[in-house]
């Protein structure tokens, strides 16, 4: 009667798992995740810098350009065709108060982001205490 019981149990068991083992996965509709060509990240650095990342996904040829509130060019850069990850760092010390965009494109594809360079006026001292233990 154990073995019966045990034998009961196992099937139940395996019943419930082989569904779950050969499930596959539902396509969501979201095609534009699957169609992207390049992906994109921007973070802040130290002392008014802003570091890129960007992983090229697709053997095209991507743009990257740095503009002011004109549209004019300040930075340019084409990178190979070979699916990779690049890393810049631009540095924003000593350039004017404004609005500035970061475009990465690849001819189908367009990212951009928008930098803001403000001044921030100083009316007082601002200091800072830190402690470690």
């Known amino acids: 009667m154990k073995t019966i ?3 009961l149990l196992m099937a ?5 798992i082989v569904p779950v083992s050969n499930a596959q996965p539902t396509h969501t509709g979201n095609a534009s995740t699957e169609q992207k ?10 002392r008014e810098k802003i570091n890129l990342m960007l992983a090229v ?17 300040l930075y340019k850069e084409s990178l190979t065709k070979i ?3 690049h ?4 540095n924003f010390e000593g350039m ?3 609005t500035y965009y970061l475009e990465i494109s690849n001819g189908d594809q367009v990212v951009v982001r928008r930098i803001e360079v403000g001044a921030i006026p100083a009316t007082e001292t ?3 205490i830190s402690y470690a233990n």
Do not use: E, H, M, Y
């Not at 139940?12 to 419930?16: I, Y």
């Not at 060509?37 to 130290?46: E, M």
């Not at 991507?62 to 060019?73: E, P, Q, S, Y």
């Not at 890393?87 to 631009?90: L, N």
């Open 126 to 128: 601002q200091r800072f």
């Open 87 to 90: 890393w810049r760092k631009f």
């Open 5 to 7: 019981g045990q034998q």
């Open 12 to 16: 139940l068991f395996l019943g419930l």
């Open 37 to 46: 060509a390049f992906d994109v990240n921007l973070f802040l650095g130290q």
């Open 96 to 98: 004017k108060t404004g």
């Open 57 to 73: 996904r697709q053997p095209r040829r991507v743009t990257i350009r740095l503009k002011d509130a004109r549209n004019a060019v």
């Open 83 to 85: 699916p990779a990850s």
